[in-house]
């Protein structure tokens, strides 16, 4: 019988060194995933700053841009309007000056109307150059996160 409480003792401890083991083993994989994510959480911090000084670069970018592109504008209608008042100034007759006006009206609203063309299109441009980086930052964070689900 001493033989068969030794074996159980010894059977005991062994499942015991196992278990202890076995925990060990549990909290080092999962303090080693802690770390790895809160590694990873400061990553993504330096990541979104990164980000957002990429898009704020973009955008002011275009903002200069645009702003350039509505001064080249308003300097260029003065000009047209100046060279449309001499031109109607020195009309010989109202059939001449009526299509003096016309010509300036037409032309100034073409012009007008190119001129929101290329605006709108330079908008629609910079809303996507400042949103791409933030969706692809906000997706690979994503998958990185999903990677951490049990």
Same mark, same amino acid.
């Given at each position: 019988?001493? &033989?068969?409480?030794?074996?159980?003792?010894?059977? !005991?401890?062994?499942?015991?060194?196992?278990?202890?083991?076995?925990?060990?083993?549990?909290?080092?994989?999962? +303090?080693?995933? +802690?770390?790895?994510?809160?590694?990873?959480l400061s990553a993504m911090g330096k990541e979104t %700053?990164?980000? +957002?000084?990429?898009?704020?670069?973009? !955008? &002011?970018? &275009?903002?200069?841009?645009?702003?350039?592109?509505?001064?080249? *504008?308003?300097?260029?209608?003065?000009?047209?309007? %100046?060279?449309?008042? #001499?031109?109607?100034?020195?009309?010989?007759?109202?059939?001449?000056?009526?299509?003096?006006?016309?010509?300036?009206?037409? $032309? !100034?609203?073409?012009? *007008?109307?190119?001129?929101?063309?290329?605006?709108?299109?330079?908008?629609?441009?910079?809303? #996507?150059?400042?949103?791409?980086?933030?969706?692809?930052?906000?997706?690979?964070?994503?998958? #990185?996160?999903? $990677?951490?689900?049990?």
């Amino acid at each position: 019988m001493a &033989t068969k409480t030794k074996a159980d003792a010894n059977g !005991a401890t062994a499942a015991m060194e196992s278990m202890a083991s076995a925990g060990n083993e549990a909290f080092k994989e999962g +303090f080693e995933k +802690f770390n790895q994510g809160f590694t990873d959480l400061s990553a993504m911090g330096k990541e979104t %700053v990164e980000t +957002f000084v990429e898009t704020t670069n973009a !955008a &002011t970018k &275009t903002m200069e841009a645009m702003n350039s592109e509505v001064m080249g *504008y308003a300097k260029q209608s003065m000009e047209d309007s %100046v060279a449309a008042a #001499k031109a109607a100034m020195t009309s010989r007759s109202l059939q001449e000056l009526i299509e003096v006006n016309t010509d300036y009206t037409k $032309s !100034a609203f073409d012009a *007008y109307m190119g001129q929101m063309n290329k605006l709108s299109d330079m908008w629609v441009a910079a809303a #996507k150059d400042t949103v791409e980086p933030f969706n692809e930052h906000v997706a690979a964070w994503t998958e #990185k996160m999903q $990677s951490y689900r049990p």
